[in-house]
């Protein structure tokens, strides 16, 4: 279970990051308003290139959001060049019409009709202020040539990124204690227990990311045998759990973000189980192999897993930060009681085994490192 969801969670992240870099170019993807080649379905002409904003662009300018659109360019003696709008530039609203990004920008411009006399509300340099202009028809000749304003980008959003994750989880261990006290072992915390991991994210758009988590728990130890000496016995716990997550960031401000998302995956307990006084006889013959005192096993459980969670991240420097996460999880097992694992994908029902849930609390701190 622990090696299928590592490997589908690596090519998860690796998927994530891809696409994150993806974004990372120089360039972003500009547009020429008034470029008939460009944007057939105008009818008024602004002459300016414009682009969304990330929140690493904002941080740069001391823009405390990533709403409106960046002008990074402006054609000259267009209808924006009269009017003083300038490189730098970001267009909040139209209309009071607050501006999410691109996508709005080019719905409400679509619509305009030469003739109309609109109000735009600009940022320039920590300062806003109104401004109205009369839309203006596309010129007869068209900008052939023009050189790109282009913005260079440090990073991408300080959400994006991955690290090693450490988790306390609350599961419910009673049937696994009970298991562990009348073998002689020790009992795990009910408390919680102390799991790691790793996780990773990239954007898919709209401040939305997708990206993978995988943490675990893992004890391992040797008693002796108190009804017999010569005998010693052995145990490994294992508790995972991971899967695809699928976040929303809420921007609070240029160094804090919120997020609400859900992991979707799988987990479970696997015990691997040894009684044995270290005395192996070559099997050649049916009592050596049947009769032997000596006992090896792994018992184990599996679910499907979900996981609501929120998080707070603390930008610290462009590349670093502090995630904070709570979240809750829970498992459905979709066969009853627990399993012997056998050769390969095999599995063995444990007559009598108890239906052990799985589900509980995680909280989680540490650091994040964004791409």
Known sequence: ??????????????????????????????????????????????????????????????????????????????????????????????????????????????????????MLTIWREGDQFDMNMVMQPRPGKTVTKIEKKIVKKSGASAYSGGSYVPMWFTPEVDDVNAMLGHLGFDKLNED???????????????????????????????VQNTLDASYHDYIKYDITFGGVTLEKAIPLGRKVNLGVG????????????????????????????FNTGNYQATIQRNYLAVQPKAEILISLLPWLGIRAEAGYAYGYAPKKGWRVKGMGEDTFAISGSPNTPFQGLTLSIGPWFSF
């Open 1 to 118: 279970m622990k090696a299928t969801l590592f490997t589908f969670l690596t090519l998860i992240m690796l998927a994530a990051s891809l696409g994150a870099q993806s974004g990372n170019t120089e360039d972003y993807d500009l547009k020429i308003f008034g470029n008939p080649a460009a944007v057939t379905e105008s009818k008024v002409y602004f002459g300016i290139f414009t682009q969304n904003l990330t929140w690493d662009i904002a941080d740069e300018m001391g823009y405390n959001s990533t709403d409106g659109v960046l002008i990074t360019g402006v054609v000259d003696d267009s209808p924006a060049s009269e009017h003083g709008l300038q490189e730098g530039d970001i267009i909040t609203h139209i209309n009071g019409s607050l501006l999410k990004g691109q996508d709005d920008f080019d719905q409400i411009r679509s619509q305009l009709m030469p003739g109309d006399e609109i």
């Open 262 to 289: 859900v992991m979707l995956g799988g987990g479970g307990h696997a015990i691997e189980l040894i009684h044995s006084n270290a005395d192996y006889t070559w099997p050649e013959n049916d009592s050596t192999f």
């Open 192 to 222: 919680g227990l102390f799991m790691q991991g790793m996780a990773g994210r990239g954007p898919v758009g709209k401040n939305f990311f997708i990206g993978g988590m995988l943490v675990t728990y893992s004890d391992s130890y040797t």
